[in-house]
Nanobody, 115 residues
Framework: QVQLVESGGGLVQPGGSLRLSCATS????????WGWYRQAPGKERELVAR???????NYADSVKGRFIISRDSTKNMVYLQMNSLKVEDTAVYYC?????????WGQGTQVTVSS
């Protein structure tokens, strides 16, 4: 079965950086799309960054210029580099992968930005 496990979350001060990692397993037929979503308490889950096998990349306006999504297919890893973090970035971050037309989600990792 397909499994996604996020890591790298934690407490960081405003202006700091953090790199989230998503280890994937059970994927044998290619990945069509991959991305990161986040959800803060009392708010809807929102798109943070998403990329496709076609080569397109999309970022939420709130993170453009600060976050970078990447993927290492040889290591089955998806990353989210987060720079210049703000308090409003505080949320649970989820990894998402689409393979064989099916969406898969990780369990999430908490990112807290506070001084």
């Amino acid at each position: 079965q397909v499994q996604l496990v996020e890591s790298g979350g934690g407490l960081v001060q405003p202006g700091g950086s953090l790199r989230l990692s998503c280890a994937t397993s059970g994927i044998f037929f290619g990945v069509n799309a991959w991305g990161w979503y986040r959800q803060a308490p009392g708010k809807e889950r929102e798109l943070v960054a998403r990329a496709t096998s076609i080569g397109s990349t999309n970022y939420a306006d709130s993170v453009k210029g600060r976050f970078i999504i990447s993927r290492d297919s040889t290591k089955n890893m998806v990353y989210l580099q987060m720079n210049s973090l703000k308090v409003e970035d505080t949320a649970v971050y989820y990894c998402n992968v689409v393979t064989m037309g099916v969406n898969y989600w990780g369990q999430g990792t908490q990112v807290t930005v506070s001084s």
